[in-house]
């Protein structure tokens, strides 16, 4: 039986001096363990999806409301906003804050309605703020207004912890309900195994791995969820990093790829091996350089194993903040391309390729790197469009209780409690 909850569930987090924070019938509050300023209130830097560290408006933001650090609002959310977009059939794609600013350098092939600049992917709040200047000045400056219009002072919701540029995020409002599901229970449900091919833009390895879990399209028909007028799904991390994926590339099979052996060390050497390979590979031939069909069903799924072993549980590297390890669970995409040449390994994009062989197999744009679209410590289902009339669960302050517990969060359109 699914576990159905009201977002309120008590969650306790303390790891690697992160916040200590408890959701505690609907009220936050925060104990920070950091030693995180140079003085009272001066706070070093902000907690913020680790890929925007060096962003100085966080920092600012920080500064400005010490208490904020490490909480929902330590997050490009609370200037940016996410958008709804048309992809290559015509259909309405909503995406979130972290996936809209991303198609401004990644615009897919036959997407229209992408923003053109990062102005475009402002809320209200990011807009009054790059408006007033765009330094410390400036958060202190647009305090008093209500940038979202909703009858709240940007400063009073910024100390209720709610987003002063979402209309529907304000103080007092009821949180969204949520589905808890557990590892015991995900695995009580329609298992699913399939050995692919997960190609990584930047680093030097693409590799090659059998992953078992369950089909996302069955974890939620299994959870009572009812996608009917759904637009998209998010899947999410617990630094808050989402990635945004269509209702087709969720629920819909997806077509066969090949194996492609002989790029790994032993092969080409250490410095232009290209791809890792998993002791099992089941009998595939190592000398079909042509590449062999892998002859399975491809689905984009939830894993909780990897080569028949539970993954690795994540936790967040104290140096850099990004997440180390992929579970325990993992969503697994496959590639998704109808062309074979487009499902195939290449190198890394910024791999020095110059004493290689085999230069055709250098990076390509237009193969699916479908690895970027893998969301390490998987903790959130999100279905959009989500119930303005509800606050959204707090992942910031909540993902690495969800780690630390083996058990993942659906909530949005079609999520009911009992």
């Given at each position: 039986m699914i576990t159905k909850k009201k977002s309120d569930r008590p969650i306790f987090i303390c790891r690697i001096c992160l916040p200590i924070i408890a959701l505690l019938a609907g009220t936050?509050?925060?104990?920070?363990?950091?030693?995180?300023?140079?003085?009272?209130?001066?706070?070093?830097?902000?907690?913020?999806?680790?890929?925007?560290?060096?962003?100085?408006?966080?920092?600012?933001?920080?500064?400005?409301?010490?208490?904020t650090v490490g909480t929902r609002l330590d997050d490009c959310q609370t200037c940016h906003r996410g958008g709804t977009v048309t992809d290559d059939e015509m259909e309405p794609v909503s995406t979130n804050p972290c996936d809209f600013c991303h198609l401004i350098q990644h615009p897919p092939a036959g997407w229209t309605g992408l923003p053109a600049?990062?102005?475009?992917?402002?809320?209200?709040?990011?807009?009054?703020?790059?408006?007033?200047?765009?330094?410390?000045?400036?958060?202190?400056?647009?305090?008093?207004?209500?940038?979202?219009?909703?009858?709240?002072?940007?400063?009073?919701?910024?100390?209720?912890?709610?987003?002063?540029?979402?209309?529907?995020?304000?103080?007092?409002?009821?949180?969204?309900?949520?589905?808890?599901?557990?590892?015991?229970?995900?695995?009580?449900?329609?298992?699913?195994?399939?050995?692919?091919?997960a190609n990584a833009t930047k680093q030097q390895y693409d590799f090659y791995a059998t992953y078992t879990g369950v089909r996302i399209v069955d974890l939620l028909e299994e959870s009572g969820v009812d996608l009917t007028g759904a637009t998209s799904i998010d899947i999410m991390a617990p630094d808050g990093y989402a990635k945004t994926f269509t209702m087709?590339?969720?629920?819909?099979?997806?077509?066969?790829?090949?194996?492609?052996?002989?790029?790994?060390?032993?092969?080409?050497?250490?410095?232009?091996?290209?791809?890792?390979?998993?002791?099992e590979t089941y009998g595939l031939a190592w000398g079909d350089w042509i590449g062999v069909e892998l002859g399975q069903e491809f689905w984009h799924?939830?894993?909780?194993?990897?080569?028949?072993?539970?993954?690795?549980?994540?936790?967040?590297?104290?140096?850099?903040?990004?997440?180390?390890?992929?579970?325990?669970?993992?969503?697994?995409i496959p590639p998704g391309a109808e062309e074979d040449d487009l499902n195939r390994p290449d190198r890394g994009k910024n791999e020095d390729t110059s004493g290689c062989t085999l230069m055709e197999w250098n990076y390509n744009d237009y193969i699916d790197h479908n690895a970027g679209?893998?969301?390490?410590?998987?903790?959130?289902?999100?279905?959009?469009?989500?119930?303005?009339?509800?606050?959204?669960?707090?992942?910031?302050?909540?993902?690495?209780?969800?780690?630390?517990?083996?058990?993942?969060?659906?909530?949005?359109?079609?999520?009911?409690?009992?």
């Open positions: 936050l509050f925060t104990l920070n363990c950091s030693d995180d300023s140079t003085g009272p209130g001066e706070v070093v830097s902000s907690r913020a999806y680790q890929g925007h560290a060096s962003d100085a408006d966080i920092d600012n933001f920080v500064k400005s409301y010490p208490h600049s990062i102005d475009e992917t402002l809320n209200p709040y990011g807009e009054a703020y790059s408006g007033a200047g765009r330094d410390r000045d400036a958060i202190v400056a647009i305090a008093a207004l209500d940038s979202d219009g909703d009858s709240y002072s940007n400063s009073d919701e910024i100390d209720d912890l709610r987003y002063p540029g979402d209309g529907n995020s304000y103080p007092g409002l009821e949180l969204c309900p949520v589905l808890t599901v557990t590892l015991e229970e995900m695995k009580r449900m329609p298992e699913h195994t399939q050995f692919v091919l087709d590339q969720i629920t819909g099979q997806y077509p066969d790829h090949r194996f492609y052996p002989g790029f790994g060390a032993d092969d080409l050497g250490t410095d232009c091996a290209f791809v890792e390979y998993p002791d799924m939830i894993a909780y194993e990897r080569d028949g072993q539970p993954l690795e549980r994540s936790y967040p590297d104290p140096a850099s903040g990004r997440i180390i390890g992929e579970g325990p669970f993992r969503n697994m679209s893998m969301v390490k410590a998987t903790v959130i289902i999100r279905i959009n469009p989500v119930d303005p009339g509800c606050e959204e669960f707090d992942i910031i302050n909540g993902g690495w209780a969800m780690v630390d517990g083996d058990f993942i969060l659906i909530y949005g359109h079609g999520v009911t409690v009992e």
